[in-house]
């Protein structure tokens, strides 16, 4: 299958030499590239600003903004069966952005910020959602977009993440919610574990155990190739 998986920060630029941002690493979805290519399948990495190395056999675009993100998974989402977004995308940006660096006697202590796209709404608009249990026959659909994609979208919470993920589920239209909790130790940014809770559309939770980020990525690989089967 081809997959395109999006992973770490976006930047939201206020001048030259500002910005917005999160403490998002890019482990996870570096993990989930890394897992889906040892599986055998095709994978474009969408990465914001990170220090990672790209995963052997994984082609990778480089974005900054959350808009740069949404135009890359729009580049490259009608060839994919599978959009993993792992990304923390920022959800606002700075309304101006200056060229150059501001001064601080040019800058006001307010910010004005406008929301950003939603960039698995945005795919959702275009590609639209097959009604569930009729992917196999969505999926030969002729069309520039894969009716049967398989979506997986992430939710951080600070706290229990299941009812949340449940929402986010329901909201984006989405196969699998992948939840955890930032706030516990060895889970969220940049560690290299994760306790992580499956939340999928008929409202199953299941809770896995602490493991590796890449051991959470091989669950989630499987889950797509077993959605894909029907
Ligand atoms: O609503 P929230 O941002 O918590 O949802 C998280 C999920 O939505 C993640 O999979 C994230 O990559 C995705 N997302 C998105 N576009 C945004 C913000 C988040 O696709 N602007």
């Not at 999926?139 to 600070?158: C, D, H, K, N, V």
């Amino acid at each position: 299958m081809r997959f395109v998986v999006t992973a770490g920060p976006t930047r939201e630029f206020i001048d030259a030499v500002r910005f917005l941002s999160n403490p998002s690493t890019g482990r996870m979805g570096f993990a989930v590239a890394r897992a889906a290519r040892a599986a055998g399948h095709e994978v474009t990495l969408i990465a914001g600003p990170v220090s990672l190395k790209t995963p052997p056999g994984v082609t990778r675009i480089d974005v900054v903004s959350a808009r740069d993100m949404l135009n890359a998974v729009r580049t490259v989402i009608a060839r994919a069966d599978v959009l993993v977004m792992t990304a923390a995308v920022a959800d606002w940006r700075p309304a101006h952005c200056a060229s150059r660096k501001l001064k601080k006697t040019e800058m006001s202590d307010t910010l004005h910020l406008v929301r950003n796209p939603d960039i698995l709404k945005t795919i959702n608009s275009l590609v639209g959602s097959p009604r569930r249990g009729d992917r196999l026959s969505a999926r030969s659909a002729s069309g520039p977009y894969q009716m049967g994609l398989i979506r997986i979208g992430f939710a951080a919470e600070t706290g229990a993440p299941a009812a949340e993920a449940a929402r986010k589920c329901r909201e984006k239209g989405l196969d699998l919610v992948v939840g955890n909790d930032v706030t516990e130790p060895g889970s969220g940014f940049g560690t290299a574990t994760n306790r992580v809770t499956f939340v999928t559309p008929d409202g199953t939770v299941q809770r896995l155990p602490l493991m590796s980020k890449l051991a959470v990525a091989h669950r989630i690989v499987s889950f797509a190739e077993r959605r894909a089967k029907g």
